[in-house]
């Protein structure tokens, strides 16, 4: 074996191990990342031949987590992992999108990116280490690659920026980025953030940069020591140079003027389609290359159409759709068009519309997360849905994509910091974001749409919040001195542009964001100009959301679920709940409420306490779960009086249940002033009574109630005298005296009994003549005589 290790040492004196050479040697590159006990294998491999029709780069990228990494069994019937959880799909596109830019252009083998979690310390994150592991199995192999890269997680810590942050630190954190770069460029951003300026987010990103760089560095020095410097040689694209100046000079001007045309989507798109027609038509029917020259054209056709449009755009600052380069499609919003959900918004910004809505639940109703590391309740989830006829496509809807996930998730963090939480807000909230057009930026209209809808349901968001998709084309040999920066881009500029990049946040800050960069040599005060102008984009969408709405309704809609908390001392819980549910069970029933307890952290910082949620449209029913409740935890006191049932009655009295599960004894000279001959005169099983509490033993804690305390006392009541009870000496002189001394009744011990072998002989004989076990006993005749020992 070949094993070679690098490491990398932070700022902090944690250090990264990189290990290839010793695990998955049959793969075309391999590599183990170490930190702590945290490892991650990253494996890469490729197909040997170009599948036919393929003119992209077919990159598969997956991310695995093992629960045996960290001990633990996964859930489920089959206790086995199974398809990938959302969590480790969007960490998969967190490596994919860092490494499909780097490749050739021509290179259009398949390649399959695997990164497995196999060994996790409960505090280190891993996915911040995700993209490091596969750079580094990319640097093993001999693909032609045009990294290295490496990718960090940045926060802000008591306002210091640190480094791939431990789980614990990331509490006090309100800055997280996802930042991945090569030694020259930065390629992807991601995270979110609690209402941060755009300068502060900038210096998080230069921050991670620098360290970035190290990591690149140390990718190098691997590289050159495995000599694979020299990469493999892969099959090339057929060119044909005079067919592809033909396509251009036949097909450029023609593009250009129709780029210049703002048409509408569709017929934008027809018009591209019939300039590549016309020219197909010239290629005669009779050349026998004609369907080869034909699939050239699509390939030379697509490159020449992306020049034009880029080129308009920077020669003339007119967009495809006849905007400049900051202006805002038009917008228009409505609240409340559903009226039987939650909350309800649609939100359409030019050809982009969001159908978006709100649904509110109890504890019940949130998202358990059950990752190998991540154990957890989500109080807040946005899911984000794409169908085909958003875009006019003619196809099946099918199951969830990974597009989809990393959308509802981009929403869902835009969101996220202004939506109160418990106990502040009990319930689980549900955005959905349907999107039933689409030209362009549809996550940020699904955090328009939402933000709407959450105001349109009532919850109580901190302030709004807008997003919106901004993109950059350059000159590719001046990209820092000709370059437009695009607000609220179309579908076809986020296909031809450089960088496309998404920024929501509220009036005075950012909340989240997505950058793609597919640029070299981007300086930072271009990236600083583009922040300025998304800030001034997502004002202005802001300022048109506030015309339709612009704070929280006062209340939440009538058929919303009321949910009235209390908190209980822990110790209650169990009471509650009661064995194997039956106690809540039964309140849910009688009473038609819905009810959740959970055990959470004391908020004085002692111990924990029981948070009760009751949730009911009625609000009888509300009012009886929660009386039922007080009554459980309840504490009985002296002299109190309840009305209670009478659960058993029994010669001496009655047992009543004067608060739920706790009984006392009503004795049946406390039911009535005058004499009681037997209870049944006076009370039936099942009957409410009025008791006062009289005295709690304090040993037993049994109770002692009377019902005649409750009575009127009779005129002329005379209380029967007691008969006294015999004066009592000390207890054994009065076992003494009933009884007789031990000793005179009965006599000594050895006097009564006798030794004990001879007790013993006396009853069954001497032990050598009882039969032994399993053998004959011998009878003897009458006349013989006992042997005597």
């Not at 029709?53 to 093992?66: A, H, N, R, S």
């Not at 300039?275 to 050239?296: C, N, S, V, Y």
């Not at 875009?391 to 597009?403: F, I, L, N, S």
């Amino acid at each position: 074996m070949n094993v070679i290790k690098k490491t990398i040492e932070l700022s902090d004196g944690r250090v990264i191990e990189i290990e290839t050479g010793k695990l998955a040697k049959q793969a075309a590159g391999s590599a183990v990342v170490k930190m702590g006990g945290t490892m991650l294998l990253a494996t890469v491999c490729a197909a040997k031949e170009v599948k036919e029709g393929t003119d992209f780069m077919p990159l598969t990228v997956d991310y695995k987590e093992k629960y045996y990494s960290a001990g633990r069994f996964p859930g489920g019937f089959m206790k086995r992992e199974g398809k990938s959880s959302d969590y480790e799909i969007l960490i998969s596109r967190l490596i994919d999108r860092p490494i499909r830019p780097l490749w050739p252009d021509d290179f259009h083998l398949e390649v399959f990116v695997n990164v497995t979690l196999i060994s996790a310390e409960k505090d280190i994150q891993p996915d911040a280490l995700a993209g490091l592991a596969a750079s580094c199995a990319l640097a093993a192999s001999d693909l032609p690659f045009l990294g290295p890269i490496s990718e960090v997680r940045v926060s802000r810590v008591n306002g210091e920026f640190v480094i791939n942050p431990s789980f614990s630190q990331m509490k006090d954190s309100d800055l997280e980025l996802m930042v991945a770069a090569t030694e020259e460029n930065i390629m992807m951003v991601e995270g979110e953030m609690n209402e941060v300026s755009e300068h502060d987010m900038l210096e998080a990103i230069k921050f991670a940069h620098e360290e970035i760089k190290r990591h690149c560095r140390v990718q190098k020095e691997l590289i050159k020591e495995l000599g694979n410097e020299v990469k493999r040689d892969y099959p090339h694209d057929v060119e044909d140079e005079e067919l592809k100046k033909a396509v251009h000079e036949f097909c450029y001007d023609k593009c250009y003027e129709h780029a210049k045309s703002a048409k509408p989507k569709h017929e934008r798109e027809d018009g591209f389609v019939a300039i590549k027609e016309e020219f197909i038509a010239t290629i005669p029917e009779d050349d026998e290359l004609r369907d080869a020259k034909i699939a050239l054209v699509e390939r030379y056709y697509h490159a020449v159409e992306k020049e034009a449009m880029r080129n308009m755009i920077l020669d003339e600052g007119k967009r495809l759709d006849g905007r400049v380069c900051n202006e805002v499609r038009p917008i228009w919003c409505e609240v409340d068009y559903l009226p039987c959900a939650h909350g309800s918004a649609i939100f359409t910004r030019g050809e982009t519309q969001s159908l978006a809505t709100v649904t509110l639940g109890t504890k019940m109703d949130m998202k358990e997360t059950d990752e190998v590391l991540i154990q957890d309740d989500q109080q807040f989830v946005l899911h984000y849905n794409f169908p085909p006829f958003a875009t006019g496509e003619a196809k099946p809807q099918r199951g969830v994509g990974r597009r989809e996930i990393g959308h509802g998730n981009l929403a869902m963090r835009a969101l996220k910091p202004v939506i109160p939480m418990a106990p502040e807000n009990p319930y689980a909230v549900r955005v959905v974001s349907d999107i039933l057009e689409s030209n362009g930026s549809s996550s940020m209209a699904s955090v328009c749409g939402g933000c709407l809808a959450l105001m349109d349901a009532g919850v109580k968001i901190k302030k709004p919040v807008a997003g919106v998709a901004m993109g950059l084309i350059t000159d590719e040999e001046r990209p820092n001195d000709r370059y437009a920066i695009l607000t609220d881009i179309l579908g076809d500029e986020d296909h031809l542009g450089d960088m496309d990049f998404k920024v929501t946040g509220t009036a005075d800050g950012i909340t989240a964001t997505q950058m793609d960069i597919k640029v070299n040599g981007l300086s930072y005060e271009v990236l600083e100009k583009a922040l300025e102008q998304a800030r001034q984009g997502r004002m202005h969408i802001m300022g048109e959301m506030m015309k339709t709405i612009s704070e929280p309704r006062e209340d939440y809609k009538p058929f919303v679920p009321r949910i009235e908390q209390m908190v209980v001392a822990s110790e209650f819980i169990g009471a509650i709940i009661g064995k194997g549910g039956e106690t809540i069970q039964k309140i849910q029933k009688e009473t038609g409420a819905q009810i959740t307890i959970t055990e959470e952290p004391n908020p004085s910082g002692e111990g924990t306490v029981g948070v009760v949620d009751i949730a009911s449209n009625d609000a009888g029913a509300m009012a009886a779960a929660k009386a039922w409740i007080e009554g459980i935890v309840a504490v009985p006191e002296a002299g109190a009086v309840y009305t209670g049932k009478v659960v058993s009655i029994l010669e001496f009295g009655a047992f009543v249940e004067i608060l739920p599960g706790k009984e006392g004894l009503l004795h049946i000279s406390e039911i009535d002033w005058k004499k009681t001959d037997k209870v049944e005169d006076v009370l039936n099983v099942g009957d409410t009574v009025e008791v006062k509490l009289l005295e709690i033993d304090a040993k037993t804690g049994k109770m002692r109630l009377s019902r005649r305390a409750m009575i009127e006392k009779p005129e002329g009541y005379v209380e029967p005298e007691r008969r006294p009870r015999p004066e009592r000496g000390p207890r054994d002189d009065r076992r003494d005296d009933r009884r007789g001394g031990r000793d005179d009744r009965r006599g000594p011990r050895d006097e009564r009994r006798g030794p004990r072998d001879d007790r013993r002989d006396d009853r069954r004989g001497p032990r050598n003549d009882r039969p032994r076990r399993n053998e004959e006993p011998q009878h003897e005749t009458p006349s013989q005589e006992p042997e005597i020992f």
